[in-house]
């Protein structure tokens, strides 16, 4: 069965950086776009990064556009989130996605908490 699990969130000072990984299983990976979502507290999930199966083609909501930059590894099948210049409001749960065979999956999330 298809399994996301995201690590490396935590709590990190404004201006910060952190890496986000998934490791992906159950499916091919090397044949399917991903994409990391966030939640912040009363506000609806929201598309933050996307990349091509590849790795050729990346995409970012404007709001993370010159601090994040998405890439995968298609030998681990990992995908991961490098956060540099973090703001208070990018704290959220970072959640790790993939649609395969028209069902959306999502990882369990990870904590991300920008505060000083």
């Known amino acids: 069965q298809v399994q996301l699990v995201e690590s490396g969130g935590g709590l990190v000072q404004p201006g910060g950086s952190l890496r986000l990984s998934c490791a992906a299983s159950?499916?091919?990976?090397?044949?399917?776009?991903m994409r990391w979502y966030r939640q912040a507290p009363e506000k609806e999930r929201e598309l933050v990064a996307g990349?091509?199966?590849?790795?050729?083609?990346?995409d970012y909501a404007d709001s993370v556009k010159g601090r994040f930059t998405i890439s995968r590894d298609n030998a681990k099948n990992t995908v991961d989130l490098q956060m540099n210049s973090l703001k208070r409001e990018d704290t959220a749960v970072y959640y790790c996605?993939?649609?395969?065979?028209?069902?959306?999956?999502w990882g369990q999330g990870t904590q991300v908490t920008v505060s000083s």
């Open positions: 996605n993939a649609d395969v065979a028209y069902v959306k999956y």
């Open positions: 159950g499916f091919t990976f090397s044949t399917y776009g």
């Open positions: 990349i091509s199966s590849t790795g050729s083609y990346t």
